[in-house]
């Protein structure tokens, strides 16, 4: 409740503010023509209806938990009003309004496919999980330059640091909705459609214009915020104890395939049976009891600094963020207890299976950051035409967690003695270089010769500084190298006076993970508000414990039809 | 003699110029507007098929073809614009200190005219005429879109088989070091090495809305363009490298260098004075935008003006430029342009591009041109776009607008005043 007025509270100051600072109108004028005058110059009315369609195209539906190959039926609205009341006073705000259509029948077939151990039903994800339909606003911002230098933006909204397109590494001061969109593919929903906004205040102030040389601070309380949108949004492998984390659309492929007698031996990664010595059969196993830790509000600010400076072409920050890191790749179980499956004494003598207690957080961190961009022309008298653009995070202390491998009870992985709770820290050192330019490719444009392709390719490399052996993601047993790396490419252009628009994406990862998003879209010539596309988000790898082989049974095709207006 | 007394002795004897010089230059053979056997033009007067000759070279080819085809065009008197006095007293107190350089580069240039004076038989006239396009009055600023209803500059996209789209922005422009109302004159202090500095806020369709562009044009010729496109998808803002000045401004067929019929860094290019010449225009368009039918670009309801122009021939030093030759036809007073005539690498005509203009005010009243609908046609692919503006001058924008920091706060709706 308190937290429901607070955010009334600022709805309200925003509200008040912009109104009372326009000056033309009068409390005699208010259903006169000033207002007219007021709504017609000052605001304006805009925004999409959207609607989706995706198909399962590999293995069919048991990978989606549908009863069918539709895996997405999504419809969303999202109107959006811009008032600019003054010179020194803009106001913004959108909601987003999304219906997906689910079964009943659906979530029965669910309901069925879903295995556990011990043996017992757990609940799907209720039907009307992908809706939004509360009234609170998705962005709402006031804009205020009480001076020509001094910008600031009170209210939830974006903030998105960093050089990268279509992958994160500095862009995590925002979380993520990862449940309803398929990973790396930005062309079916871009960066800015899944990040999730943030109630907070950010200021820029312009040192030198001229030099770009501008003083960034950002601070989110996070108590404003629902608590499971401080952080990325998943939805979880159903490989768990405690019957809450289900098996969503885009879940990755669950570690239930690390097996013990037949059984789930995911637990096994980060705590060993109460008796290893002594177990046998099933009383080798450890069931996971898992759950998600989310950030206290009390305990759940972010803040943030950024100094950038032009000198000569370069255009550069360095950055600083405290905060949660909210991206859930980077999320750690931590073992909080263990207990016995049955009567004690049954694990003391290694014959249940342990049960250990979970909670996959995230960690409060302090990321240092850069950024740089720069246009090379000619070298050597040849023409490069190319932007180079750089990112760069250090993690200190960042914690994986860690396991033995291999395990024991000819597992692939089990409890590192070595780190009882299974959480190691290493200082993490990630960046990535982008390469962008535009090629003409006259024989391909036969019609236009001057409407050229943009190309980008971006390598993102993460280091872990004095790494161990055995370090791995939360959720798998496959093993993080020292160095991780993934290449991404990006071309598209457009045919037909733009009403035919190609573009795709695609990633790899040298280990021998890849992920395609192409997309082709059709502005009909007669309408630009109307823009239908057709998309495909393809997977594969070695195996489906990994980068972009979590999801290489997932690829799907989808039809979007959206409305501007 | 001044400014004021050189438009007014020029409009006074607009019928007494003979095109002898024009037509024994060479562009007769090879431009799309060749010479008119005779300019006998007066108010009242109408061109249509039956007697499109007497519209011959004073339209582009294109257009000139269009009334073959049918279109009738009406003449009217011409509109008359005097230069602003603060425009004519910098012109007076710093033109005279002004010179070329080696590369042509412009020295000691402050502000206002570079070169009044001009003698068409000087080598370098052509140079000169385009630092006086350059250098032209467009205010201390000024926002495009800024005096039409909404206030917003409409790109109307033709295809060639009539369907239209259309898309919106806005562009704010600012000319840090020649500044004739607004203090500090006649610099910006910090700004003296910069001689523009435009944003382009994309308005609508939805999904590009927000999309923004910060351009920096330095005085240094050796120093190339900054160019920053921030990106609402992302919300990030990305480095452009220079070259993408020569691709089409999609949807439209308009590139970077085709804003304001020319916006190439002019130390990048060679210019040749072709001669002076007489072309129809229309100085004061009766409506905003102009008449039309759906699917076609041809203005309707609209009279045209006989204007005396410099027909400049623009060819870039780098061969692999998108334009090999382009012609500019200089308004003699305000140095702005009424056509805009491109050819391809092969020698084709390419590109024909017409720009009206409509009276606008001041402030303090007093009354200054302004661009209103600029039409470029692809004559190549059928395309065409028509831009519909006009300009609010001196809005007193401060330069701190002009940075990175702005284009961060840019939101869906596209406003960053």
């Known amino acids: ?565 | 003699m001044n400014l004021a007394v050189k438009v007014e002795s020029m409009t006074k004897s607009l019928s007494a110029i003979c095109l002898a010089f024009a037509c024994s230059v060479a562009i007769s053979s090879v431009a799309s507007i060749s010479c008119a056997a005779e300019v006998d033009l007066k108010p009242g007067d109408t061109i249509g098929p039956q007697n499109w000759q007497r519209a011959q070279g004073m339209v582009g080819e294109n257009f000139l073809n269009r009334i073959k085809q049918g279109h009738t065009i009406q003449i009217k008197a011409p509109k008359i614009y005097r230069p602003l006095k603060e425009y004519i007293e910098a012109t007076e107190k710093y033109s005279g200190r002004v010179s070329l350089g080696p590369n042509g580069e412009l020295l000691n240039y402050v502000s206002g005219q570079p070169f009044p004076k001009l003698d068409l038989s000087d080598g370098q006239i052509g140079q000169k005429l385009a630092w006086n396009f350059f250098w032209r009055w467009l205010g201390d600023d000024y926002k495009t879109g800024g005096a039409v209803k909404g206030g917003k500059i409409i790109r109307s996209v033709i295809e060639k088989d009539g369907a239209e789209r259309r898309a919106d922005l806005v562009s704010y422009f600012l000319f840090p070091r020649t500044r004739y109302t607004s203090n500090p004159k006649p610099a910006i202090p910090g700004y003296e090495h910069i001689d523009y500095m435009q944003l382009r806020v994309d308005s609508y369709p939805r999904d590009a809305a927000g999309t923004t562009t910060l351009e920096i044009r330095y005085d240094d010729p050796k120093k190339s363009d900054d160019l920053y496109i921030y990106i609402p998808s992302i919300r990030r803002i990305r480095r452009a490298t220079t070259t993408q000045r020569c691709q089409t401004l999609a949807p439209s067929e308009f590139n970077l260098d085709d804003i304001n019929s020319f916006n190439g860094k002019i130390t990048d290019f060679n210019y040749k004075f072709l001669g002076e010449k007489k072309v129809l225009a229309n100085l004061s368009q009766e409506k905003l935008p102009f008449d039309r039918k759906p699917g076609d670009y041809l203005p309707l309801n609209e009279k045209w003006e006989v204007v005396d122009t410099y027909v400049l021939e623009i060819t870039p030093k780098d061969p692999n430029y998108c334009y090999p030759r382009k012609l500019l036809h200089l308004n003699k007073m305000s140095f702005d342009t009424h056509w805009t005539l491109i050819w391809d690498k092969k020698g084709d005509y390419w590109k024909e591009q017409f720009g009206m203009f409509t009276p606008v005010k001041l402030a303090d009243g007093r009354e200054v041109w302004s661009v209103g609908d600029v039409t470029i046609v692809n004559v190549q692919n059928g395309r065409s776009t028509i831009v519909t503006s006009t300009r609010a001058y001196n809005q007193g924008y401060p330069a701190s607008m002009f940075s990175l920091a702005t284009l961060q706060t840019i939101m869906r709706g596209g406003s960053i005043e």
């Open chain 1, 1 to 565: 409740m308190a937290k429901r007025h607070l955010i009334l509270f600022w709805l309200s100051v925003c509200l008040a503010l912009v109104f009372t600072s326009t000056t033309q109108l009068s409390a005699a004028s208010l259903l006169g023509d000033d207002w007219e005058t007021f709504f017609r110059d000052k605001v304006s009315f805009r925004g999409f209806a959207e609607n989706i369609t995706g198909l399962s195209v590999s293995d069919g539906d048991r990978h989606f938990n549908t009863s069918n190959r539709l895996d997405m039926q999504r419809f969303t609205i999202q109107p959006e009003i811009n008032i600019e009341a003054t010179d020194w006073a803009k106001f913004f705000i959108s909601w987003r309004f999304v219906k997906e259509i689910r079964y009943s029948a659906e979530a029965k077939s669910r309901e069925r496919s879903v295995s556990y151990f011990p043996t017992a039903p757990v609940k799907p994800l209720r039907n009307t999980y992908y809706d939004e339909y509360k009234p609170k606003p998705w962005e709402a911002v006031l804009d205020l330059s009480p001076t020509d230098a001094l910008k600031i933006r009170l209210g939830r909204q974006f903030i998105s640091w960093g050089e990268t397109d279509g992958v994160r590494l500095l862009d995590v001061i925002n979380p993520q909705d990862l449940t309803f969109s398929p990973p790396a593919a930005p062309n079916l929903f871009n960066l800015d459609e899944t990040r999730i906004p943030s109630w907070g205040l950010r200021t820029l102030y312009t040192i030198q214009p001229v030099t770009n040389t501008i003083l960034e601070f950002f601070a989110l309380p996070g108590f404003f915020d629902e608590a499971k949108q401080r952080v990325d949004e998943i939805v979880g492998s159903n490989d768990t104890g405690d019957r809450k984390v289900r098996y969503g659309r885009w879940s990755a492929h669950p570690e239930t395939r690390l097996i013990l007698a037949g059984r789930n031996a995911f637990g096994n990664m980060f705590a060993d049976p109460i008796n290893p010595g002594g177990c046998a059969g099933l009383g080798c196993l450890v069931i996971p009891s898992t759950s998600r830790e989310l950030p206290d509000a009390g305990d759940s600010w972010k803040i943030g600094a950024r100094l950038s400076h032009s000198l000569g072409k370069l255009n550069f920050g360095l950055g600083y963020i405290w905060g949660f890191n909210p991206q859930s790749t980077d999320m750690v179980f931590k073992l909080t207890g263990r207990s016995c499956a049955g009567a004690p004494i049954a694990c003391t003598l290694g014959l249940a299976p342990t049960v250990a207690k979970l909670k996959l957080t995230n960690d409060r961190t302090n990321i240092f950051a850069g950024q740089m961009n720069y246009p090379v022309g000619d070298i050597f008298d040849v023409p490069v035409n190319t932007t180079v653009r750089g990112e760069l995070a250090f993690f200190p202390n960042k914690p994986y967690n860690i396991s033995k491998f291999p395990g024991a009870y000819g597992l692939r992985a089990t409890a590192d003695p070595k780190y009882p709770d299974g959480v190691v820290e290493k200082n993490t050192l990630r960046y990535a270089l982008g390469f962008d330019r535009t090629t003409l490719i006259p024989f391909l444009h036969p019609d236009d010769p001057w409407r050229a392709f943009s190309l980008s390719f971006q390598i993102f490399q993460s280091i872990i500084f004095d790494h161990e052996d055995g370090i791995h993601p939360f959720s798998t047993a496959e093993k993080i190298k020292r160095v991780t790396t993934t290449l991404t490419f990006r071309i598209g252009t457009g045919y037909a006076g733009d009403t035919i628009l190609p573009d795709v994406f695609i990633g790899y990862d040298p280990e021998g993970y890849w992920t395609a998003n192409p997309a082709i879209s059709y502005v009909p010539p007669g309408n630009e508000k109307i823009k239908f596309s057709l998309v495909g988000a393809f997977y594969g790898g070695r195996n489906k414990f990994k980068s972009f082989g979590f999801f290489d049974e997932k690829d799907s095709v989808f039809l979007k039809m959206r409305y501007q207006f």
